[in-house]
């Protein structure tokens, strides 16, 4: 909670300085400002908060009366203050000042008309414009939504966003991630992959997008695995939308399961989900693993050195193990100890040969 303070009172600093800015912008610094509004809709709701405070408080204890700073905090107590020259008196009637209610209406339109000028109808008509969030190797990101749900990137991945008032729709494009949704029992939160539909309402799950298929793991609540049929190799029905497969399944709290690319669900006979979430810590958890899937993982978080298998056949060594993700070489160091297998290290890269 108080890192989320931290990063609240941040967002409000910033949004009282575009506001300051764009009193006297240049081009590129408006260019700049429509930038960071179509970052995060919560950037939109911060600034349209601090317009609205500003012209409040021009026709409030013109006279300065009263302690501005606690009027701040009565209206909008995430509004940062910046210094600046003081308000002078107007002629303004004090009914004005008694009636400040009034502007409540007026003046959020005014902000949400001034935020169109510049481009932005998209974003304030309930955010339908599309955003993408990505993380390069080794990245991880944490990402909150305008309903407080909580999105936790994992190293190599990308997700887009449909949220507005009806519906929040998440498209998990490639890699992993973490989802802690807010509940709304009127807009369900559906993550969609190329294989796999999962539905939610308040919980907490894991969705990863792999080479063989879709892994869901559910550390809180229940949610709903609807499977795409040949998701993998792109099928569509002639809607042109991905042909569902019409059975589904529930997974509760601890449960596990993998769907395919030919649209079937296979649970984990004996899941272990803070297993599957230990990359949080950057931590890589195998269990008689391949040792293909180990250097697909680790080459998730790693530029440098690179893992590569030569003439190794799939599905042939098998191990298990925890590893710190950053670090290759202590599998490399493992695989050494192997007598049919010979590792050689040069320019960036770490080969795994059969010998």
Same mark, same amino acid.
């Given at each position: ?16 300085? &575009? ?7 240049t ?10 509004? !179509? ?24 006279? $300065? ?11 909008a ?22 009636? &400040?209610?009034? &502007? ?20 304030? /008509?309930?955010?339908?414009? !599309? ?36 519906h $929040?729709?998440?498209h998990?494009?490639?890699g ?9 029992s ?7 992959? /190329? ?17 063989n ?43 596990e ?21 230990? &990359? ?11 040792l293909?899937?180990?250097?697909y993982?680790?080459? $998730? ?31 490399a160091?493992?695989?050494? /100890? ?13 080969t795994? $040969?059969?010998?």
């Amino acid at each position: 909670m108080k890192l989320q303070r931290q990063i609240d009172r941040l967002l409000a600093q910033r949004a009282s300085e &575009w506001h300051e800015i764009l009193k006297d912008a240049t081009d590129s610094q408006r260019a700049a400002f429509v930038a960071w509004l !179509k970052q995060s809709p919560l950037h939109v709701q911060e600034y349209l908060e601090t317009v609205y405070t500003d012209q409040v408080l021009k026709h409030v204890d013109q006279e $300065r009366l009263e302690d501005v700073d606690a009027l701040i905090a009565q209206i909008a107590p995430s509004v940062v203050a910046l210094d600046q020259e003081p308000l002078m008196p107007s002629r303004q009637s004090k009914r004005e000042g008694t009636h &400040w209610k009034r &502007w409540r209406v007026g003046l959020g339109a005014a902000a949400g008309l001034a935020l169109c000028v510049l481009g932005l109808p998209l974003i304030v /008509k309930h955010f339908e414009a !599309k955003q993408e969030y990505a993380t390069a190797l080794g990245e991880q990101r944490t990402i909150q939504l305008a309903d407080s749900s909580i999105v936790t990137l994992n190293a190599d991945s990308r997700i887009e966003l449909h949220v507005n008032h009806a519906h $929040r729709d998440i498209h998990l494009v490639r890699g992993e991630a973490l989802f802690r949704v807010a509940h709304d029992s009127r807009r369900p939160f559906t993550v969609s992959t /190329k294989t796999a539909v999962v539905t939610a309402v308040g919980t907490q799950f894991n969705v990863y997008e792999r080479p063989n298929g879709t892994q869901v793991s559910v550390l809180e609540g229940r949610v709903k695995i609807t499977p795409i049929a040949n998701g993998s190799n792109g099928a569509k029905s002639g809607a042109g939308t991905p042909k569902i497969v019409p059975a589904t399944e529930d997974l509760s709290a601890g449960q596990e399961a993998q769907v395919t690319p030919d649209g079937v669900i296979k649970r984990n006979a004996k899941p272990d989900v803070t297993k599957t979430v230990a &990359w949080r810590e950057r931590r890589l958890i195998f269990d008689n693993a391949p040792l293909e899937d180990m250097v697909y993982e680790f080459n $998730r978080y790693n530029q440098s050195p690179r893992l590569l298998l030569d003439g190794v056949p799939p599905g042939s060594h098998h191990y298990n193990g925890i590893f710190d993700a950053a670090d290759p070489d202590s599998l490399a160091a493992l695989l050494s /100890k192997e007598p049919d297998l010979i590792v050689e290290r040069r320019d960036g890269e770490i080969t795994i $040969r059969k010998r």
